[in-house]
């Protein structure tokens, strides 16, 4: 069975956490979702808990979301395949 890490353990951990949605979802349930999370992040209370974790809070949409996983995918196929490091099986 999964077991979904919370962001606090994901931060001490050096791990990300991000919110997403299962391809598929009407875009006005994306749009509301990230309307919603963007203004928890707004919240004094809940930034400060976030940077008590030692993370950072970023906000955008999912349009931003997409472009920044691509780019950060580009980025490490490159160390990876400059390393040298090879796939099994």
Do not use: Y
């Not at 999964?2 to 875009?27: D, F, H, M």
């Not at 490490?76 to 796939?87: A, P």
């Amino acid at each position: 069975m999964w077991r979904i890490r919370s962001a606090e353990e994901l931060c001490r951990s050096g791990g990300e956490s991000s919110n997403g949605a299962p391809p598929g979802t009407p875009q006005p349930v994306v749009d509301l979702l990230n309307r919603e999370i963007n203004a928890a992040l707004d919240e004094p209370a809940i930034r400060q808990r976030i940077a008590a974790l030692g993370a950072i809070a970023l906000q955008g949409d999912a349009g931003q979301f997409g472009a920044m996983l691509a780019a950060e995918t580009e980025s490490w196929r490159r160390i990876v395949e400059s390393s040298g490091v090879h796939k099994e099986g």
